[in-house]
């Protein structure tokens, strides 16, 4: 499995969240900051959790589970 860096998500642009007015407040445990009226996303823990979701994912693949990863960003 390929190995993500924090450079990579950074030039992905993960770190960019949503405008500050509005914001779910179950997520400010990985919210890093704000600037310009956008949160900025903590990439430690998002690299932490995604490692953790591809381990698992890799996990039901053994299985012999399926997987459908649904993308809705246009």
Known sequence: MATLTMKELLEAGVHFGHQTRRWNPKMKEY???ERNGIYIID???TL????DAAQFVAELGTQGKTVL???TKR
């Open 31 to 33: 919210i890093f900051g």
């Open 43 to 45: 990439l430690q823990k």
């Open 48 to 51: 932490k959790m995604f490692k």
């Open 69 to 71: 990863f649904v993308g």
